[in-house]
């Protein structure tokens, strides 16, 4: 994976990542609030599965 590889990669979460809150603000915002009202420890386990699935998408593409 070179420099190129890796920005390409931050370009598409970046884009990902603000799908939702240009799209529908208020629903983005509803959502944040409910996340914010979960236990830290189901925080950390979603954070877990995220990234176990990445890790399993880049090893299957890789």
Same mark, same amino acid.
């Given at each position: 994976m070179?420099?190129?590889? $890796?920005l390409t990669a931050l370009a598409l979460l970046l884009i990902f990542e603000g799908l939702m809150p240009f799209?529908?603000?208020k629903k983005w915002k509803e959502m944040?609030?409910?996340i914010a009202e979960f236990e830290s420890s189901?925080?950390?386990? $979603?954070? @877990?599965m995220s990234m176990l699935v990445g890790l399993l @998408? @880049?090893?299957? @593409?890789g």
């Open positions: 070179n420099g190129t590889d $890796f799209a529908s603000p944040l609030r409910n189901k925080i950390r386990i $979603f954070g @877990l @998408l @880049l090893y299957t @593409l």
